[in-house]
């Protein structure tokens, strides 16, 4: 009978691993996203394995651990990142993502490491390209000064200069006051 009932909690908890080594690797990917490379690989313990991305654009790195635990770090000045020296990382069991800005100036070093708690870590890493094209907020404003002189005139307004002598008048004054204030108290 007690044979019976763990055979049934074992097969209970490999279906539930099954399940989600699935739910995670079947991750949705959007369609905006185009797959440039797969890359598998084992690293180390205490081993980097390193890349270099050479493609342009918002560049996406989805890197799974097939087995262990293998970290990424990306650097755009050094083509050899590692965990004292990089500017973007992950370092998650599981499922590591990183998006490489399209500013980044190429070739970017992608360096991926062996966790120590770990023997041998094996990887695989899927990279995107991000097609997705963003408007610039600020592309449709422009400031012409004579556009802002034009309005200001309609509206029977000196530009800037009532407000500045305003300000000067009242900065004479606080420090008027101040000067009395300190000669009071000293």
């Not at 995670?24 to 959007?30: A, G, K, N, Q, S």
């Amino acid at each position: 009978m007690v044979a019976h009932w763990r055979r049934m909690l074992f097969l209970l908890l490999a279906t539930c691993k099954f399940f989600l080594i699935e739910c995670i690797t079947d991750e949705e990917v959007p369609d905006e996203w185009m797959l440039l490379h797969v890359i598998q690989g084992q690293i180390g313990a205490g081993n980097y394995s390193y890349l270099r991305l050479n493609h342009e654009g918002k560049i996406i790195l989805k890197m799974y651990s097939l087995r262990g635990d293998a970290d990424i770090y990306i650097s755009a000045s050094n083509l050899h990142p590692s965990f004292d020296e990089y500017e973007l990382q992950s370092t998650t069991c599981g499922l590591d993502t990183i998006t490489v800005p399209d500013h980044f100036s190429r070739p970017v070093g992608i360096g991926i490491y062996g966790h120590p708690s770990y023997l041998e870590s094996e990887f695989e890493l899927q990279v995107f390209y991000d097609q997705t094209i963003h408007e610039d907020p600020y592309a449709d404003a422009s400031f012409d000064p004579e556009d802002v002189e034009a309005s200001q005139k309609k509206q029977g307004q000196t530009p800037l200069d009532t407000s500045q002598e305003e300000e000067s008048v009242l900065r004479t004054i606080l420090i008027g006051i101040l000067k009395i204030i300190l000669e009071i108290l000293f």
